[in-house]
């Protein structure tokens, strides 16, 4: 399996905060890495897929980036609606693995 | 529009073999290239890929839950089943399905169901 480490786990953060997520991958997955947006009670939200391909509708503040082995979400200017736990993904074999969860909450 | 709907029982008995549907519109399990997977999240818990299955009938499962876990595809009806074997309070969780989506090498999960919780208790 391939394994996928999220951090941090959590984070506390302001609104308009730069907010930074990674992800590292247990091997070379070249850049087969999704990230999702997951709110309580509702269903997970495909932000980024590709590593730095932005989803259709998803707003420009969110951002993507890596390859290989370390891959990076970022929030430029955090929004309240952002407040969700953020997962990282990868699809570089058809074994599916997620990471833990970044879980951002209000500072 | 693509929708998913997943449905079953909401508690279910330990040893009891749990069988849920995701019914499916926007899209067909007969065209090329396409797939439906379900996903679970344990409550406080990260999401857990389970199981998949593609428009060739080809199906890949989680290897930590394989032995427990069958999926089927029922195109006509625009379905997708998960059997889940020997219940366990531990596989108590919100079970989700999504459409296998491909842009050019890559693959994603979207859209999602709005998942649905099943608790195992006795």
């Known amino acids: 399996d391939i394994q996928m480490t999220q951090s941090p786990s959590s984070l506390s953060a302001s609104i308009g905060d730069r907010v930074t997520i990674t992800c590292r991958a247990s091997q070379s997955i070249s850049s087969f890495l999704n990230w999702y947006q997951h709110k309580p009670g509702k269903a997970p939200k495909l932000l980024i897929y590709a590593a730095s391909s932005l989803q259709n509708g998803v707003p420009s503040r969110f951002s993507g980036s890596g390859s290989g082995r370390d891959f990076t979400l970022t929030i430029s200017s955090l929004q309240p609606e952002d407040f969700a736990t953020y997962y990282c993904?990868?699809?570089?074999?058809?074994?599916?693995?997620f990471g833990q969860g970044t879980k951002v909450e209000i500072k | 529009q693509i929708t998913l709907k997943e449905s079953g029982p909401t508690v279910v008995k330990p040893t009891q073999t749990l069988t849920l549907t995701c019914t499916f519109s926007g899209f067909s399990l007969s065209t090329s290239g396409v797939g439906v997977a379900w996903i679970r999240q344990p409550p406080g818990k990260a999401l857990e890929w389970l199981a998949v299955v593609y428009w060739d009938d080809e199906k890949r499962y989680s290897p930590s839950l394989k032995s427990r876990l069958t999926i089927a595809k029922d195109t006509s009806n625009n379905q997708v089943v998960l059997t889940m074997t020997n219940m366990d309070p531990v596989d108590t969780a919100t079970y989700y399905c999504?459409?296998?989506?491909?842009?050019?090498?890559?693959?994603?999960?979207?859209?999602w169901g709005q998942g649905t919780l099943v608790t195992v208790s006795s």
């Open positions: 993904q990868q699809s570089y074999n058809t074994l599916w693995t």
């Open positions: 999504a459409h296998r989506r491909i842009i050019g090498a890559t693959r994603s999960f979207d859209p």
